[in-house]
């Protein structure tokens, strides 16, 4: 069973604040994506990543940036985490060319 | 046209009826298709794939129509347990994938 898992299951953090989630998956998959859910407005891709030290930005990268070191993990920072960055973070993995993503159980991420 | 769109809903029906959900997509090149499944506070998983004109699973159907540009996910004799969210996916390319916003599900009693 692929398994993909996220540091935290909720995080409060201030205002200002750098923030960082960790994503890992134990499949050797070679696509890592990182997403916002927010109601209404479905599953929004900020960055993903094919390989490592790849990097491109999705739909809305503004405001944060992603480190991949090491295939199996893929790091999501918040530089200086703003209120409007309150949202469900959702990593997920697949093969390369794959369709099939399998996700972590997400973040729920409150900024103060 | 937004690049992926879903009737949001609440879809509410009673236990065995039928329910179907459109969906519609802006990128003609797109060739496979998915729908995801995510339950209330859990993440999406992979319900059925669509590559040609449609697929079927059971009590599920999904359906494919290029030239109007859409596809459809029928459900047969709803159960309590069908009751979700239900995301249409639609790949740019290989490795990238745009999730509509959803369709909520809720089979009552």
């Known amino acids: 069973d692929v398994k993909v898992t996220q540091s935290s299951r909720y995080l409060v953090k201030r205002t200002g604040e750098k923030v960082f989630l960790e994503c890992v998956q134990d499949?050797?998959?070679?696509?890592m994506f990182w997403y916002r859910q927010d109601p209404g407005l479905g599953l929004r891709l900020i960055y993903f990543?094919?390989?490592?030290?790849?990097?491109e930005k999705g739909d809305i990268p503004e405001g944060y940036s992603v480190s991949r070191e090491k295939k199996e993990r893929f790091s999501l920072i918040l530089e200086s985490a703003s209120t409007n960055q309150t949202s469900m973070y959702l990593c997920?993995?697949?093969?390369?060319?794959?369709?099939?993503?399998?996700f972590g159980p997400g973040t729920r991420l409150t900024v103060t | 046209r937004k690049e992926v769109e879903q009737d949001p809903g609440p879809f509410n029906v009673p236990e065995g009826a039928t329910v179907a959900f459109n969906c519609t997509y802006s990128?003609?090149?797109?060739?496979?298709f998915f729908w995801y499944r995510q339950d209330c506070r859990k993440e999406p998983k992979l319900l059925m794939s669509?590559?040609?004109s449609g697929n079927e699973d059971g009590r599920f159907t999904a359906q494919l129509n290029r030239a109007s540009q859409y596809i459809s996910l029928l459900i047969r004799d709803s159960k309590l347990s069908d009751s979700a969210t239900y995301l249409c996916?639609?790949?740019?390319?290989?490795?990238?994938?745009?999730f509509g916003a959803g369709t909520r599900l809720t089979v009552k009693p």
């Open positions: 997920a993995s697949s093969l390369w060319g794959g369709n099939e993503q399998y």
């Open positions: 499949m050797d998959h070679e696509n």
């Open positions: 990543s094919y390989d490592v030290k790849m990097k």
């Open positions: 990128n003609s090149a797109s060739q496979s």
């Open positions: 669509v590559y040609s």
């Open positions: 996916v639609v790949p740019l390319n290989n490795n990238d994938m745009r």
